[in-house]
């Protein structure tokens, strides 16, 4: 079984068990252990063998022990007898919104309905409402759910579609409402954590008039259809079937509503956990105290800002990026969270083409893109021969395209910038594992990216072969976009990235997050394995374009939610620094 197999298993265990209204903290173990297993950079079975299950985080003893059932058996007889219990039907009926596991199950025991289908069905007849707790308004708003939920189906939007659109909304509410009347205004939900992919879009504001600002959120020119709109909260569908939440709050409520809504929700439990045992109840207001801790019950406390939320809790404030659960509120708590790299950290790149492969900018227009963006080097890496729909660069045409660089480089000189190209090579790692250029080539690149864009369906052990032995030549120096994968039209390649993080952390070859939306990849999950097995890690746009070098900041972000700091970050040394820190120390021959 896979990892994200089993993930599935144990979070099917989890919504079963709520249906059936167990011990909360039973299914919050579920939960929480297949969220660990689902972004665990290790593979499952490589765990189980080493018998190191207890250390993945959320999973006790019960839970490993079943783990281990189900690697070893292909089934657990407990996860077995729930499964049977309770139809996929019913757990699915969860997913339409507003519907919950108390409304599932109700609608399952006593009208014995079973499927989001039947369900549909129902509604449509009028057969809900006779059911205490539903009329006929609760069926309409299951018919909307449901339509809402088809519209999106298994799809989520990659977070290059979702943060333009959510920033343009933004900034389009503060243009057509009179001035002064949104007071603060902020993205939340997954995209202000700066997830790959989004179910959603959630706005968060403070106004002293909500019916404005409602009423300008509805007429916006993307909006295709208002799925929802009261006083406080305004549901609208955009033209490409986002949804997109807007709720307006008071000020005093401010910082606990932004946690809350901001996620996720497997970091929000663990919030409330810890309130709890403080003798307070957390809820997007504030806290409430329960008369268990030294406030009088009933007393209340509201939060203006995030950070005094956290710190009346006794955490340091979390980063939105982090609030996974993986840690965090452990780290919060001991002060220990790390000081995370920022867009202002990063001092150049090391991955971009030019017109002499298939980007559509020549190298002095690259260079002066890169150096008026503040940075102090950019590295000229053109695709080489061996990449079949791109003309690729060889030896020769490299050796030309030094001479440009070169005369770019003494006119920065004249010009007293201080800034620099290097000159590199995006080769090409062919299906066998050799290189698209000769070592002798390779040799007198100041910074070489080795990247596999072919045969990518190669089985596991294969492409795993291939890309190590790219990994191990001597002027290989950074491993591009390590699985290969296109956000939502292509899933990554079979390689085994934890034997290929290792060989890159033994021989020091940089790991690439390449920050084009598109891929992130290396994802959050391998940036922090990588650095725990001593990668070091390089931030690159993998521009093709002026344009694309505005993309830096969704692989800041990645790395950000792998808790990654500068000094992991190749790109933030200084250029003589940074090419120390390459594989062979010298960063080529022409980085002299």
């Not at 659109?165 to 603060?184: F, K, N």
């Not at 207001?285 to 809790?313: H, I, K, N, V």
């Not at 030309?400 to 770019?408: G, K, N, S, T, W």
Request: aromatic share 6%; proline share 3%; charged share 25%.
């Amino acid at each position: 079984m896979t990892n994200r197999e089993v993930a599935e298993i144990l979070a099917g265990v989890g919504a079963r068990l709520q249906i059936l209204d167990a011990n909360r903290f039973r299914i919050i173990a579920f939960q929480n252990a297949a969220e660990s297993i689902r972004n665990l950079a290790q593979d499952i079975n490589q765990v189980d063998v080493a018998g190191k299950l207890l250390e993945i985080p959320g999973v006790g003893k019960g839970i490993a022990d079943a783990i281990h059932e189900l690697l070893s058996h292909g089934h657990y007889t407990e996860f077995d007898a729930l499964y049977d219990q309770v139809p996929e039907g019913v757990v699915q009926m969860m997913a339409v919104p507003d519907m919950g596991p108390k409304k599932a199950k109700r609608l399952w025991e006593e009208l014995g309905i079973d499927s989001v289908e039947a369900l549909q069905a129902a509604a449509a007849a009028g057969s809900l409402r006779d059911l205490k707790g539903f009329g006929a308004k609760s069926e309409e708003k299951i018919l909307k759910g449901i339509e809402l939920l088809a519209k999106r189906s298994d799809t989520r939007t990659s977070i290059g579609v979702a943060r333009p659109l959510a920033e343009a909304i933004v900034a389009r509410l503060q243009e057509v409402v009179p001035a002064g009347t949104i007071e603060r205004i902020e993205i939340a939900g997954s995209l202000r954590r700066w997830k790959e992919t989004i179910g959603d879009v959630d706005i968060l504001c403070v106004s002293h008039d909500p019916a404005t600002v409602m009423e300008a959120f509805r007429t916006l020119p993307q909006v295709a259809d208002v799925a929802g709109s009261g006083e406080t909260k305004t549901s609208v569908i955009l033209g490409n079937g986002l949804q997109v939440d807007l709720r307006v709050v008071e000020r005093k409520h401010w910082g606990a509503a932004l946690q809350y809504f901001t996620g996720s929700k497997e970091h929000n439990v663990e919030m409330r956990e810890l309130a709890l045992k403080q003798g307070w109840s957390l809820n997007e207001y504030g806290l409430t105290a329960t008369g268990s801790g030294g406030a009088p019950e009933g007393e209340q406390r509201f939060f203006e800002e995030e950070a005094d939320l956290y710190a009346f809790l006794g955490l340091a404030w979390v980063p939105p990026e982090l609030r996974e659960n993986r840690g965090e509120i452990q780290a919060a708590r001991k002060d220990a969270l790390p000081a995370l790299i920022t867009v202002a950290d990063i001092r150049g790149e090391l991955h971009g083409h030019t017109t002499w492969s298939d980007g559509t900018a020549s190298v002095q227009e690259m260079g002066e893109a890169a150096r008026t963006r503040g940075y102090a080097y950019w590295n000229v890496s053109d695709h080489s021969v061996g990449l079949g729909v791109v003309q690729g660069v060889d030896g020769e045409r490299l050796r030309r395209q030094r001479a440009e660089i070169d005369a770019y480089n003494r006119w920065c000189q004249e010009q007293g910038y201080a800034f620099r190209l290097l000159q590199g090579s995006e080769v090409e790692i062919l299906a066998d594992g050799t290189l698209g250029l000769p070592d002798e080539v390779l040799a007198t690149l100041d910074v070489v990216v080795a990247s596999i864009h072919s045969a990518q369906r190669q089985d596991r052990e294969t492409i795993t072969a291939r890309c190590l032995k790219a990994v191990y030549n001597p002027h290989v120096d950074i491993l591009g976009h390590p699985t290969g994968r296109l956000i939502g039209s292509r899933p990554p390649t079979e390689i085994d990235v934890e034997r290929v993080l290792q060989a890159c952390a033994e021989t020091r070859t940089a790991v690439e997050i390449n920050a084009s939306p598109e891929r992130l990849d290396l994802n959050d999950v391998y940036a922090r394995r990588a650095v725990e097995l001593g990668c070091q890690i390089a931030i690159n746009c993998d521009a093709h374009s002026v344009e694309g070098l505005v993309v830096l900041p969704y692989g800041v972000h990645m790395a950000r939610r792998g808790w990654l700091t500068a000094a992991s970050v190749l790109n933030t040394y200084p250029i003589d620094e940074m090419l120390a820190l390459l594989k062979d120390g010298s960063g080529g021959a022409g980085a002299q």
